[in-house]
């Protein structure tokens, strides 16, 4: 089936940082998902990209939909402490219409 | 406009028992979908529902079960438990082929398998 490989796996940067993490697929994707999951909370759709080499911000968040088609980035400018969470990709599985996620990038930052 | 809710909000069991989780959808929304994050992993699909049966399905054994009611919600059952079955389950619910807009989440049920 389909994998999602997310990097790096963990990030610990100091407040005001900007953060790059990106996500990989085995296959192609025509929509990519980014996902932020808080501790005690259900994943929160941050960003969806429908189109390759689309650009899409929200806020300080911007997306990049790779023109492979099988990968993605996220980054995240001038980092604050409620920027905290789990990140996740995800993309169209292969059973109809559900989601395969990432694994997750791990964000601490340090006031 | 309500979110997703999703009872209890942690349970421990039994290896060998069963279990019952529950979903209210968004309003409006007419399929849910179920999956299972283990600690430190990406939630894995495990079935979805739409106008009251079964919709897809991940890699998941048959004593995974589950139920669509008229109002849209949902019940994610499990039998025979078994240890692996620990995790947080999250429901999400969505408009029928609207998944590339993103499904809202609910906020899980942690399962504890002893």
């Known amino acids: 089936g389909q994998q999602l490989n997310q990097s790096p796996q963990s990030m610990f940067i100091q407040e005001g940082e900007d953060v790059s993490m990106n996500c990989t697929s085995s296959?192609?994707?025509?929509?990519w998902l980014w996902y932020k999951q808080e501790p005690g909370e259900g994943p929160v759709l941050l960003i969806a990209?429908?189109?390759?080499?689309e650009l899409t911000s929200n806020g300080r968040l911007t997306a990049q939909f790779g023109i492979t088609r099988k990968d993605s980035f996220l980054n995240i400018s001038a980092s604050i402490p409620s920027d905290v969470g789990i990140y996740f990709c995800a993309g169209p599985g292969d059973a109809g219409n559900m989601l395969t996620f990432g694994g997750g990038t791990r964000l601490m930052v340090k006031p | 406009e309500t979110g997703v809710t999703q009872s209890p909000t942690h349970l421990i069991k039994t290896r060998g028992q069963q279990v019952t989780l529950r979903c209210s959808s968004q309003?409006?929304?007419?399929?849910v979908s179920w999956y299972q994050q283990a600690l430190g992993q990406g939630p894995q699909f495990i079935f979805q529902?739409?106008?009251?049966?079964?919709?897809g399905r991940g890699n998941f054994p048959p004593r995974f079960s589950g139920l669509q009611f008229p109002n849209y919600s949902s019940e994610l059952n499990v039998n025979a438990l078994e240890l692996d079955d620990s995790a947080l389950y999250l429901c999400?619910?969505?408009?029928?082929?609207?998944?590339?807009?993103?499904?809202?989440f609910g906020s899980g049920t942690r399962l504890t398998v002893v």
């Open positions: 309003s409006g929304h007419n399929t």
């Open positions: 296959s192609i994707f025509n929509t």
């Open positions: 990209l429908y189109k390759a080499g």
């Open positions: 529902y739409y106008r009251e049966e079964e919709n």
């Open positions: 999400a619910s969505s408009l029928v082929g609207g998944f590339w807009k993103g499904y809202t």
